[in-house]
Structure formats: structure tokens, C-alpha cells
């Protein structure tokens, strides 16, 4: 049973009455437990278009600890495909939790090399890929394709109250680039980077069809690149746990409500805020 509209929560807290700003969370991760934060929205067209086009495969791609890989395996389970994950790195056993949970729903499991996954988007590697798996839909790293966009896009239509900024985490820039398409003229987005390197503006410029204006991306709390962690952001997932009783992803959010608190001062007194739990 999926939960949409995700529910919209409110944050008490000292530090944002202070700045005058209030502050709501959208909270994808509660979609459905086999779709880990935004992942349906940004699987939604895509399970759509390969089912008008006819294919039994998808076909996609990540890390070792891809939450996308997840998600892609569990619509192979409930839809059902059979499911195929291009995984970056070697294989190791045992598995971890998330790649095992992928395998549980079913996904058969490649892993190429470093050099080899940055030829992910190549023609001649994705037709070899089309020819060994007999002809999968293809869905890019992270959903990130015009499909994903289209499904990030709808959860700005789920906000039922007035608000000026919605903030969200960058990783392959679908979700920055599908929310800037449907704010009000008055409206704006901030993403906050993820992974240290200047590419993301480029990557959600060639995400939208018809490129805006009403977004940024903070790269200034990325704790050193993806995955990384310091004992300054552990302490912060902990007090605001304690705080609100969300435990906040080290990889995303956690870093974007990070950044979020530490420059208050971004953000005029009177600003409503909403942040995407994903």
C-alpha cells in the first residue's frame, strides 16, 4: 500500500522560532517500505513506459549501498519484471544489506569495474548490455531520466499550504530538476550537494526540458563527497533525532539539514520552509 500524498509534518524547534521560520518536512520515506525515500516518484514512468514498449527487464545502475538498486528490484517483485542491477565496484560476500535486500526481490547482480561504470550512458556498452539481457528497458542511475523528473515533479502538488522554498537533497539532480518545473513564480528550490564536484548544476540543466531559473544548489556541506561522514554530522543526526524522532540518511539528508541549520540567516524571518525527507 503506497502513501500518497506523503505526509507533511511541522518542526518545533528553538533555533527556527529564533530565525522566524517555520519549517514543514515532506516525508517521501514514508511512501512504502520497498521504495526507500522518493524512489517510487522517480520509478513510476518508468515502470509505465516499459510496460507500454513491452519489456520484461529493467535494467539499471549503482553503488553498493544504491537505495535506486533497491527500489528498482522491489518494482521487479511487485509488478512484476525480472530485474537486472549494474552494480559499481567488485562483489563481496557477504553481501550488505541493502544489495541482499535487492537480491530477496530477485535482482540479478553484474559488477563492472570503476572504469568500466563510467561508460554507463556509453551506446556501445548499454547495446551490449540490450543484447545479453534481451532487450531491458534501461533506467539510468538514480531514476534521473525525463520519466523520474516527470514522477519528482507531482509531490509539489501534494503541499497543501502556502511556503517559499522547498529544500531537497542532490545526488543525480532528478528531484531538483523535477520540483523547480512546478513552483510558483514566487517559489524556489535549493538543493544541497551530496557529492563534492561543480557537475550537478549541468546535470539538472539536462534534466529539464525546458530549463528554469528558481534554483540552487549549496555545495558547501558535502562532509568531503558521497558516503562521507564525519563525527560532526553523527553528532547532528543524533541531536536531531533526539530532537524530532527522524533519524536523517548520512548520505542526503542528513547533510542538506545540516547545511539548512547552519545558515539560518539564508532565509528571511517569515519564510516557510519545506524540506524533502527522501
Not at 530477496?104 to 545479453?132: A, P
Not at 549549496?218 to 553523527?234: E, P
Request: hydrophobic share 40%; aromatic share 10%.
Amino acid at each position: 500500500m503506497f502513501r500518497l500524498p506523503s505526509p507533511l509534518r511541522p518542526v518545533d524547534d528553538e533555533r527556527l522560532t529564533a530565525a522566524g521560520i517555520r519549517m514543514f518536512l515532506k516525508r517521501d520515506d514514508l511512501i512504502h517500505p520497498d521504495f526507500p525515500g522518493n524512489k517510487w516518484r522517480k520509478l513510476k514512468y518508468n515502470i509505465e513506459a516499459a510496460q507500454r514498449a513491452g519489456h520484461t527487464t529493467l535494467l539499471t545502475f549503482g553503488g553498493a549501498f544504491s537505495n535506486h538498486l533497491l527500489a528498482t528490484a522491489a518494482a521487479g517483485h511487485h509488478f512484476p519484471f525480472t530485474t537486472v542491477g549494474i552494480v559499481r565496484g567488485e562483489h563481496r560476500d557477504p553481501l550488505n544489506p541493502v544489495l541482499a535486500a535487492a537480491v530477496r526481490h530477485g535482482m540479478r547482480l553484474e559488477y563492472v569495474d570503476r572504469s568500466r561504470y563510467r561508460q554507463r550512458s556509453d551506446k556501445v556498452f548499454l547495446e551490449h548490455l540490450s543484447e545479453k539481457y534481451g532487450n531491458p528497458y534501461l533506467i539510468p542511475e538514480g531514476g534521473a531520466n525525463e520519466q523520474g523528473v516527470r514522477g519528482c515533479a507531482e509531490l509539489v502538488d501534494e503541499i497543501g499550504i502556502p511556503f517559499d522554498i522547498l529544500s531537497c537533497s542532490v545526488g543525480t539532480g532528478a528531484t531538483l530538476a523535477g520540483v523547480a518545473t512546478r513552483l510558483s513564480p514566487t517559489q524556489r528550490a535549493i538543493g544541497y550537494a551530496a557529492l563534492k564536484g561543480d557537475f550537478l548544476r549541468r546535470d539538472v540543466e539536462c534534466l529539464q526540458k525546458t530549463p528554469t531559473t528558481n534554483w540552487e544548489i549549496d555545495t558547501s556541506h558535502h562532509f568531503g563527497g558521497y558516503a562521507k561522514r564525519t563525527r560532526t554530522l553523527d553528532v547532528f543526526i543524533e541531536d536531531f533525532r533526539d530532537r524530532h524522532g527522524v533519524t536523517l540518511n548520512r548520505v542526503y539528508e542528513a547533510k542538506m539539514m545540516y547545511g539548512i541549520f547552519a545558515d539560518l540567516s539564508r532565509f528571511t524571518p517569515g519564510t516557510t520552509v519545506v524540506v524533502l525527507i527522501a
